[in-house]
Each structure stands twice: as C-alpha cells, then as structure tokens.
DNA sequence: TCAAAGACTAAACAGCTGTTCAGCCGGGAT
DNA sequence: ATCCCGGCTGAACAGCTGTTTAGTCTTTGA
C-alpha cells in the first residue's frame, strides 16, 4: 500500500523483512540470520537495532498493530469498508504479509495477538450493535457474545485460510492462502446462513436452551449433568 | 479414554509424550530431549525408536489421526455423537493433548492437518445432507461449500480457543482454553444465528449474488471489477 | 578540522539442536 | 552355558541458534 521501493530506513527494512519471515515461517523458525540476509544487512545490524530477536518481535508487533489499527479506524463507515475490502482484492499482494503475521500472531500465544483479537471483537461489536439500531441485523440477547462468535467464523478464514483454498479447490496464494477466489466461494453459502438461519426450525436451539437453564454452572471441574443433544456434530 | 497407567510399552509412552509436547510447544519449539526427558527415556532411545524427529512426528500424526478417525465413525448416529460430547464435557482432559495436537498440525501446515480437515469436512457434508433428507437442515444451494463454512466456523473454536475463553472470562484450560465453560458461553449465539439468520432481510445476500454474477472470473490475477458491498465488516 | 557518534560488518562465542556411536544389560534361542 | 539381539544409556559430534565483540566506515556537529 505504502512505497514498496528501496527508499526506507534500513531499521524499516529490517522490520519489514521480519514481518515476511515471521508471518511464513513462524517466530520460532524464522532465523534472525534469514532476516538479516532478506534485507541485505548483517546478523549483528538486527540485533544492534532491536537488540534481541524478541525486541525485533515486540517492533513488528507494533508495527503490524498500529497498521491495522488504522485501517479498522473507519469501522462505522461502510462505504470506506466496502474500499478497503475492494482495496485487498485488487491488490492482495500487498496486505499478505500483514495477514499471515497476524495469523501467526493468533496462533502463537502471545500479546500482539490477544490485542488484534480483541480489536476485531470490539470492532464487531460495534458493527453488529450499529446494524440492530439501522434494523438491519436481528436483535439478539447477548450482543457481546454473538460479536465473540461472528468474530470468531470470521477469522477462521484467516486460521484455516490453506484449507480452505485446498479443499475448494481455489488458487492458494502464499502462504496464508485467502485469495480472491477462496472468498467468491464462501460469500454466498456463508451469507446464505447468516440471512436464512441453518435450521428448519428451532428444535435444536430450544434443546440447548433447557439443557443450559437445567445445567448447575459449578465453577470448576466436569459438568454433573447430560447437557442434553446441543450442537449435533456442527457448530 | 484408555489406560492412563504405565503398563504402556516405551515405544507407546513416547509417542504420547511426544503428542502432548508437539502440541503445547509446536513441532519446532518442542525438543527430542524434553520428549526423552517426559517419557522418562534418553534422547538416543527415541531415535532409536523412530529414527528420526520428523519420524516420531509421523507416528504421532498417525496415532491421533487413527484416534480421531475411530470416534468420528459414528457420524451419523445422533446418539452416539451427543454421547462423545457429554463424554468430553465429562472428562475434557482426556482429549486435550488430542486437541492441542490437532490445533497444531491444522496451523503448522502438515499432511496429517489436511487430512484432518478433510474429514471433518467430508463428516460435516454428510451431517448436512441427512439433515437435509430429514428435514432438520434447509436445503441449501451448494451442500459441499456450505459444509466448508460450517466447518471453518466450527473450528475456529478449536483454532482460537484461548482467546474466545479469554475475552469471555472464562476458565481456560491449557493449553487449548476450550473448556465446559467456553462452549455454555457459544452454544447459544451460535445456534441462535444458526437457528434464526443473523441479518433482518436478504438485502446482503442478495447484493452480493448481484456484485458476483457480473463478476468476470479471471482465472488469475485481481479482479477487475468492483464486487460490490459484499459481506460489509462482518462473515 | 577534528572528534564523537552512530551505522555497519566479520568473526567468534556459548548454548542448544538433532543425531550418532560405542557399549551395557537382560532375556530368549541354540 | 553361550550367543546374540533389541532395548537402552551416556557421551560425544556437527551444525545451527541468538548474541557479543572488536573494529571499520560514514555521517554529524562544534
């Protein structure tokens, strides 16, 4: 999105190179040596700017933050949604790096991606509370845990991203493997549900309900009782 | 769910302190040693056994995708699914090396997460389709893409487990944080929005049909058209 | 103009990694 | 009894890891 050219700080080309390597390899398998040898530098230049490999961590952290940070920003705004959505279409290369760190972050335990997680729960949130008040999406009972699991089928794309290409037999683009076929193949069934429900009725949604009211929540440990037929296989 | 003692062979009791390594600390991260160190054994004897560490990591692949694929035998019985839940519910650390390994292989890009996924998507198809043919599903356009969505999204619970636990204050047991607890948070808004839809008409569904019909599919490369305000912040 | 500071490199260091090797031990077959 | 073979160990090896160090080059500032 930003020049792509060779006119950055070697410190941003550093980081930018970790981001790469961090978001393919893992942070673990990706070698402060490989990073140095993506951007042309020494081993010893990364640690003389960051001064270990974890604090080369903790700047792509911020760095990857602070840049998502902005463009989730515009939140509220669909009309700029709706750009930066046909933005990553037509040029999907740009944000990979991004997304696969990112997912490595989400993966990988850690602060970075307890914060984005957070950040994309806040920012549904937000959307689904906007769209009950504008009527367009059902009022429902617990906003904040039906954001949680919105969230959370959303993101699975970019988890599952590689399987999803592979199984739907979609263009896999490296590495994280969500391209712009993968989501011409999911948005309908996924749309399909969200506007027609997936059950015929709520049988099973009033099984889960009784179960639930009848279910003594100890804190701690197993369940005493049969919670009943919930979630049959799916969901 | 078998025998916890120690009348394991050694062989046995790598392998399953291999699983629960592999998948606390990820191939990488988890050592030869610390597995040696785990099962009670010297590091030579576990290449002795397996020949190598991508060896050892194969058996494991193998036993966990042998387990699994024995439990998901009994797909279509209803009863002996709800039977298995209740039974994780019941005893949910006995699965939970299985779970952290699974979670594993589908993020750190593996033969055996493919074939992991496949299954679960393969078993979620046909759920589908009985349900369908019994009338507890609506009939829905393309069965294989919508068993792909539902299966993403419910494995996004295994994928992102510690975070959902964790914004929802719910006990989070290692290392995958899926717990009793976190599923009596899900269980309803998911099979709320599985049960009623999530949006209040079909205006999003129908503007992407729209947006993706004139959509040319090249083949490769960007798309060139603007695809229209599909799936706007959310799914 | 000179000196201080920072960017940068090459080499080396210590620690950990997977793996190998020589050999010990115990039990079954000859 | 002897042989031997597989389970098993402890030590060692080579390679890679993050990091340090000494030193060079370039820029900057007074």
Redesign the pocket.
Known sequence: MRSNAEDLT??ARIRDAAIGLFGRDGFTR?????VASAA??????????FG???GLREACDRHVLAQTATQGREKTDPGSTRQLIQDYLNHPDQYANEISYIRQSLGDESAAGDAFFDAVVRQTQDIIQDGIDAGTIRKVDDVRSTAVVIASNSLSILMLGRHLSRTLGAVTPEPHGIGPELLRHLTLPALDIYTHGFYTDSRFLDAARDALRQDTPTKEGSMPRDPGNRRRGVA
Chains 1, 2 share one sequence.
């Open positions: 070697t410190r990706a070698t402060v040596r490989a042309g530098v020494s081993p010893g230049l990364v640690i003389h700017h270990s490999k974890a």
